[in-house]
């Protein structure tokens, strides 16, 4: 399986590609050459980024020659698609690596997954519905919970589990509070 950075490299040039192909599709519609190139460019990338192992620089260099067109051609077209600011790029590329990350995972494990995600979901409503909790508790589950969303993503079973049993100790801990007081 491949490793977490090179999921993350994949998800970004396939996001990239993505985007950018699709304004490309849009100005090339009615030119026949222009559509054989863009097929021809987006098929090679598609193709470095499937193959087994990826190849990333190859795809990114496909991706790089679609750039520079889209940058001669069409650089003042208003609908030009212009780069995301980073903190939108990262959460445009983490969609992205989720569906990757969980693609290159066995069935069973995604299967596994969803289990822990549905229960996640449930524990942490039922105690986001606690009525008169403790602000920084509520805080402390929203937190936990997170960080058990965010392993989930990164297809990190055990992990998740774990935070999913810690978040129950910090409502079980704000419950034992308000019988006290």
């Not at 026949?32 to 990333?56: F, G, I, K, Y």
């Amino acid at each position: 399986m491949a490793g977490l950075y090179e999921i993350w490299r994949l998800a970004e040039v396939s996001r990239r590609l993505d985007v950018l192909s699709g304004f490309v599709a849009m100005c090339a519609a009615k030119d026949d050459a222009a559509r054989r190139r863009l097929t021809r460019l987006v098929a090679d990338a598609e193709a470095a980024l499937s193959a087994s192992p990826p190849d990333v620089p190859a795809a990114s260099a496909h991706l790089d020659e679609l750039v520079r067109w889209a940058d001669t051609e069409w650089a003042d077209h208003p609908y030009r698609p212009v780069e995301a600011r980073p903190e939108e790029a990262d959460r445009q590329t983490r969609d992205y690596a989720k569906d990757l990350r969980r693609a290159a995972l066995p069935v069973r494990v995604r299967d596994e997954m969803g289990r822990v995600e549905l229960s996640l979901e449930v524990r942490f409503l039922a105690l986001c519905r606690r009525s008169g909790m403790d602000c920084r508790i509520r805080q402390d589950v929203f937190y936990v919970a997170g960080r058990a969303a965010m392993a989930l993503d990164l297809g990190h079973l055990e992990a998740a589990e774990y935070e999913v049993r810690r978040m129950e100790q910090v409502g079980s801990a704000e419950a034992r509070e308000s019988r006290r007081g």
